[in-house]
């Protein structure tokens, strides 16, 4: 049982580092420097992630990241950046969960995790994605704002019920890539409007100036 929460925690900070990966080292720096969570024994590897030097770095870029995922377009070529990025981060965050196991599971372990936030950030990308061809901001604002949310309620339910949680990330990854053939299929048809209209022939029925 101990090794299964182990690979929860493990997983389920991969997946929520796929979505935000700066924000689930800086909230996770922070509780465990000022002491807001008890890491148990097996968690001790986890203790460095409370440095102050690895705090500061994460919210820097955190801080960059929350103006930036809020931009229509800006957001895409963030996450466009981040697609290599986030799921190291979460790989790297996995082993450390582990301490040091053997070489053949970090292996097992690594591509696990970065699997799991791979799947994470092209769910949020398209996503992201998809509400960029809305002319208004605030949907970008809102599931930025959502995002952040949930990657502090994912810390939480992570630290309390880390096989929950993970069911439950799993569960909403599973649930976008149902519905992303619709998700893609909007992304098109949105796309393809703009384009449709350049080619419609002009009205000869206007009059010239």
Known sequence: MEKLDLLSVALGLAALAGVNLYLTGFA????????????????QSLEV?????????????YSLEFFADKIPW???IWDAVHTVIRPIGGALLAIQVLGHPSPALTVIVALLAGGTSLLA???KAATRLASNTSPEPLTNIGLSLGE?????????????????????????IGAFFYFA??????????MRMPRKKLDEPADRNVPVQ
């Open 28 to 43: 996770t720096g922070l509780a465990i420097h000022f002491h807001w969570i008890t890491l148990a024994p097996q968690y």
């Open 49 to 61: 992630l409370g440095n102050p030097w690895i705090i500061s770095i994460a919210g820097v870029l």
């Open 74 to 76: 800006v957001d895409s």
């Open 121 to 123: 950030h092209t769910a």
């Open 148 to 172: 952040d949310a949930a990657v502090l309620g994912g810390l939480t339910l992570v630290h309390f019920s880390p096989l929950l949680a993970l069911i439950i990330f799993l569960i909403c």
């Open 181 to 190: 053939r619709r998700i893609l299929r909007s992304i098109k048809n949105k």
